[in-house]
């Protein structure tokens, strides 16, 4: 048994930019809030700098050295809590979403550049193209971030790492807020493992405004914390060796105790080669799509 406290966040965007800096305290504030249950992991949402006119240049800092970073490396130390915060980086002339990771100590210990672009996102924004998992001291964190969500193959490819939780840093919006979190329940039971969202909310919550609605989704797929459509912190106790039982008795059982064994043990990778040919060898796209102006 491995017990840890995932803990996620809502934030306000109503008013970003009533006064600079105010994103950034929201965020600092959630990390104080959240740091009443003793949590083992904080995630914060998607490119939190973006979102304040402080940072209004969108280009992003060097990671770890810029000062946005120092600023919540110094948080996640005060607050003795891991953090995964989303944020801009500027390396190499070039800027990335990413979701950067910092331990209890304040260390900076890695970080995942988001590998699917939302549309027009790639006219300032450059892909990364590698999934990393994290080791911190209670267990195994790997980390995809909003438009992510849409393509399960890089939630196994984290899975297949030993990845125990997958935070997911967003700023997206729903209608209703179903399809979302019926896509983030799956990538959790599918992979078996522990999701932790965290998002943005707009108050009063309105069809197509951010949602918040952050949650700790266990690998049934059961929401086990959940902020609701208002700004918030949650938390959840959970244990990481818990995934669903298969089943089966006798030798079936002995070979696949868990779903997860069921689930990333019976893949067959060599049926699959079509996921890696060139797009124009595909037919999926729509001849007669409906447009509306």
Same mark, same amino acid.
């Given at each position: 048994m491995r017990k840890a406290r995932l803990a996620t966040t809502s934030i306000l965007l109503n008013d970003n930019n009533i006064h600079p800096g105010l994103m950034i305290e929201r965020g600092l504030t959630a990390i104080k809030q959240a740091a009443q249950w003793k949590p083992d992991l904080i995630v914060l949402p998607e490119e939190l700098d973006l979102m304040d006119s402080a940072y209004s240049s969108g280009k992003g800092e060097e990671i770890p050295g810029g000062q946005l970073f120092g600023m919540f490396a110094d948080a996640a130390h005060k607050a003795d809590s891991n953090l995964v915060i989303g944020m801009r980086e500027l390396s190499d002339g070039r800027t990335y979403n990413i979701g950067a990771v910092i331990d209890r100590h304040g260390k900076f210990i890695g970080k995942y550049s988001k590998t699917h672009l939302a549309p027009s996102e790639d006219e300032s924004t450059t892909a990364g193209d590698d999934y990393p998992v994290f080791e911190l001291d209670f267990g195994r964190v790997g980390i995809m971030i909003c438009m992510d969500v849409h393509y399960p193959e890089p939630w196994t490819i984290l899975a297949l790492q030993g990845a125990d939780v997958i935070a997911h840093p967003t700023m997206w919006r729903d209608y209703t807020g179903d399809m979302l979190e019926s896509i983030v329940n799956a990538r959790a039971i599918d992979n078996q493992v522990y999701v932790v969202t965290s998002h943005y909310i707009q108050t009063p919550f309105l069809t197509g405004n951010s949602q918040g609605h952050a949650r700790v989704i266990d690998p049934y797929g059961r929401t086990l914390a959940d902020t609701s459509h208002k700004p918030g912190v949650c938390c959840a106790e959970v244990d990481l060796d818990?995934?669903?039982?298969?089943?089966?008795?006798?030798?079936?059982?002995r070979n696949y105790p868990t779903l997860k064994?069921?689930? &990333?043990?019976?893949?067959?990778? /060599?049926?699959?080669?079509? &996921?890696?040919?060139?797009?124009? /060898?595909n037919s999926w796209k729509i001849q007669n799509p409906t447009l509306s102006e």
């Open positions: 818990q995934c669903a039982e298969y089943w089966a008795t006798g030798e079936l059982k064994e069921c689930f &990333l043990g019976m893949r067959r990778p /060599e049926t699959y080669k079509i &996921l890696t040919r060139p797009d124009s /060898e």
